[in-house]
């Protein structure tokens, strides 16, 4: 795994733009910006080309979507694709909420994503796949479809990379499969933790010269690894200092920690 | 008091859909996910219906209104009733702005809240007596209106129950009345603790099997102890930590804790 | 310096009137708290007028600027200009994004701010002079532009106070010019820093009797300081537990604190 993107992140600085979830955009932005990226968070139309022009990446999330937003990601997506830009879509709910999907397919019928992450209800929901959920959790326990036949078949016909969190995080492309075992059961209580891992895959992406796959990979074991290294130093902490701490220990991860916890299948 | 529903919250994790107060959503959400329940915020239209079926409970706050929200809460507080759904109102800032008042007026005039919480300026504004408030707070000393009176009057005029928050919290209905005389002065400092309750109330009321008295006293003292003791195991602390810490002790507080620190006349 | 303005602010608690930053806004309504101001965001056209009346400071900050914003924007600046309240204007992006430079742009046709506060690279953008900007951030490495005569330049343009923040802050007025020294370049990595000292210097301004000169320096000196002070006590801390720090901070603060630390040209 290229790990040293973590460092080529930090000495690029890439700029992600994104359309944020507005419960966790504060979250978002300083884990962006802690980990070595620049956040730019807009619900502005008439300024989205010249962002699009001048980021590194870009990250759509529907978690707290409307009209207005929907337009608004429908132009970013075509922006997007336009100038060449990583873009990373966060289906967030569509799980459970058929007007979310809905919304998600039209905006896939735009443009492509270079990534998608989801939970697996989400990714489930986008290939038919029978799966539960609660809002805008998935209900992970006792389901019998698998996780990586479903990433793959996602992958497969939006012609992206997939990334499926949960207690174990898949990356898959129509041909490729890695699993990254890293984490804590935290992440599931702070919320908004999905949110920050898709903006932070979007960063990746946006130094990797196109391995989109490499990026989404690092960056789910970054990530996964920083939530980790806090639980293990901080076992008694709750979910709210979990997230403090996870921020900056995106500060503070480095390559060489990265190597040392890794666990993953690639 | 039915203290065991704080159990019954965590067996249950039940869905509170909320209008949220932009300021302060992420620790809503937050406090919600730290208690055990599961929170969801939205301003689409197009989804309440779907999200009113699945949820627990609901909470309308119009800390930040505008009229594109002020027409979604209306909706969704007519949703809430037509799905029996327990439905919390939190009528933010009313004390002070009249522009306020008129919306949660024409609010109250759709439907019929489960439980109103606000602090006595609000509540008082919401049956004519006089209180000062300056913008969203609640003047509290040298009043002469009695609380416990206001708060009945109140819960009569509107057939729900009636929270009044302050040093003592007061709950009451048309004809019963608690007090609950935990707490520590840092709720006030810390934006958004009143955000953080009044969906709290919601996720007890959607496990109270229609007891929602009771589902409001239990909240107020769960919350106001979790507060406290953070205050009598960290004195030193700021507001911002409290705010840390507080959604942590409401992920670590247990039944025994409530027994042992509550103190309420019931 | 009127370093007593510090003081002055905690007895009077004045109320300051954001249209805040959808990313900051949870810091900054905590930030005015902590330090002994009330703070208000809003988005309601409607409550507009009753608001600036009885608020003590105004802050207009277009970080997450729409067309609806804009214009409840442009009708805050007229209110409180004729409420005569002290008005903080925060051109977030401007040094980097055209379409938000001709917002700002708008804006200033409208009214004149009391204080206009940015980093070097959006108050060079006000004057047309070169400076190079990313995204939201202002690059001020190898710049050859001087940063005094920009602050004054701009000061002279649109008869107000300007604050240009970096490694050092700058306070200037047509005729006057104050530099900060203190601070710590955690400001940069933790996000909506900046955000928050905008606000914070329309509580000084509120109680200052209109010296906003004044109460402009003494609100950098005040901000800066407070992070100093905490990287100073927690050297090893990350961007996230700053942000917490610096809020308590902010609420422990004295006047005994500012002079002792205080480095500055007045």
Request: hydrophobic share 40%; aromatic share 6%.
């Amino acid at each position: 795994m290229k790990i040293d993107l973590l460092q080529q992140l930090r000495n690029d600085n890439p700029m992600v733009l994104n359309i944020a979830n507005s419960v966790t955009q504060s979250d978002v932005a300083n884990g962006l910006a802690a980990l070595g990226a620049s956040p730019l968070m807009t619900n502005y139309d008439t300024e989205l080309k010249t962002l699009t022009q001048m980021t590194g990446g870009v990250c759509v999330n529907i978690g707290t979507l409307d009209d207005r937003q929907n337009s608004i990601s429908n132009n970013l997506m075509e922006l997007a694709t336009e100038f060449n830009k990583p873009l990373v879509l966060d289906p967030v709910g569509i799980g459970a909420v058929p007007e979310r999907l809905e919304v998600v397919e039209d905006l896939l019928r735009i443009a492509k994503p270079t990534i998608i992450r989801g939970n697996a209800g989400e990714v489930a929901s986008l290939v038919g796949a029978a799966w539960s959920s609660k809002g805008i959790d998935s209900l992970d326990k006792g389901q019998t479809q698998d996780v990586s036949e479903m990433a793959q078949a996602c992958a497969k016909k939006f012609s992206c990379v997939v990334v499926v969190t949960g207690e174990t995080d898949t990356i898959a492309t129509a041909d490729k499969i890695a699993k990254v075992y890293n984490g804590t059961p935290m992440f599931k209580t702070h919320v908004g933790t999905g949110d920050m891992l898709s903006s932070i895959l979007s960063a990746f992406a946006a130094v990797s010269e196109g391995d989109f796959y490499e990026a989404a990979k690092v960056g789910c074991l970054v990530f996964s690894i920083a939530g980790e290294i806090v639980m293990n130093d901080y076992p008694e902490i709750g979910p709210s200092e979990f997230g403090i701490k996870l921020i900056d220990k995106l500060y503070q991860i480095t390559v060489d920690d990265v190597e040392e916890w890794g666990k993953y299948d690639d």
